[in-house]
């Protein structure tokens, strides 16, 4: 069984990066819809989200809200007073999660597991005993929470998952949500005319009638 | 046990994409140093190389060498001769590329598996009868195999790696070998003095003194 999941989320304006294709009205409706294919994911595999959002918006799921926050002070707060065992942390960015993914890193032996995301990031943390954690995102992080376990002396295992790997961020990122997503964020992307499109040789996306 | 990885290899001019920050002689070393991590990987999960080649270069491993060859064209003329059992099929360019992932790929329960690359493409492609099958590379290849898959009536696993997910095409791909890479591609780029950088909040490459 699966823990608790906490999915770091910001409601309003979010993914700057994307803006060159989608306003921002697309762009929260698209961030709320890759949200959703990560809670779909996470509940798949036993585990009950709580959303940690800038802003309250319309949901079922459980929130907790911290406005102006710092995603590391957030966290950092949370995590001590986890006394309750396992912990989840999931980037809300990851359209591609699924539950098989999910319960990878939920089976680790060790301490904790880690997903590194797209150029150094970290997109999933598992931690057994979450108040010996603390996390430090932005950057490489994936090289400061390697490091941040081994001053804590836990052990931990790398999980080698490309869905859970695939944050979008940018227009290029869309390829791979339109070849392997199967959930309501490729759907949202193709009801608005997104698909792949070949350029030189190289797959990109493309939005008809643009 | 796992069976021969047929290994496509271009020791001459390969990686163009990365003419912007490695020159031709370099290019080809760091080539020659992402096939040895390949080759690592595949000995290490017990498969036997062999290197498909469009030029004979100096290996101590197996060689086929076809001059002037389109890859789908070589790879097809080998397939239905290969009478002889599983065979593998791995990219060169995967300078992550584990024994392990190549022990997940081989495990598969499945008629075939199948690891897709960025953007769309196969980076790796395990088959129990290689008789069965036909590749297709270049463009949107991995919607390609698995359309192949179907009409062939092979059941067909996707393997979810992103070590074997990550081909090294651009500079940006850099970071990834970085970061997560452990073998001589990696060394052979630090000792280019190649380094992390972070630029806007973004972490990217840059070779010393450039």
Do not use: W
């Amino acid at each position: 069984m699966c823990p608790h999941a906490l999915i770091p989320y910001k409601p309003v304006n979010p993914k700057t990066r994307l803006s060159c294709i989608l306003n921002q009205e697309e762009r929260e409706a698209f961030a709320r819809a890759m949200l959703a294919d990560v809670i779909a994911a996470v509940k798949g595999a036993g585990c009950s989200p709580v959303i940690v959002g800038t802003e309250l918006f319309d949901s079922d799921d459980v929130q907790v809200t911290v406005k102006d926050a710092d995603l590391n002070q957030t966290l950092n707060a949370i995590l001590p007073q986890s006394t309750g065992g396992q912990m989840l942390i999931v980037m809300a960015d990851l359209p591609l999660a699924t539950s098989a993914a999910i319960e990878r890193v939920c089976a680790t032996k060790k301490d904790m597991a880690i997903v590194p995301g797209r150029g150094g990031g970290t997109n999933v943390i598992f931690l057994r005993e979450p108040t010996r954690f603390h996390v430090n995102y932005y950057g490489t992080s994936f090289n400061k929470h390697m490091q941040i376990a081994r001053d804590a002396g836990l052990s931990c295992e790398v999980i080698d998952s490309f869905r859970l790997h695939t944050d979008i961020d940018e227009k290029e990122d869309l390829v791979e949500l339109l070849i392997h997503g199967d959930g309501s964020s490729r759907k949202y992307l193709e009801d608005l005319g997104f698909e792949l499109s070949l350029e030189r040789g190289r797959v990109g996306v493309r939005r008809r009638g643009t």
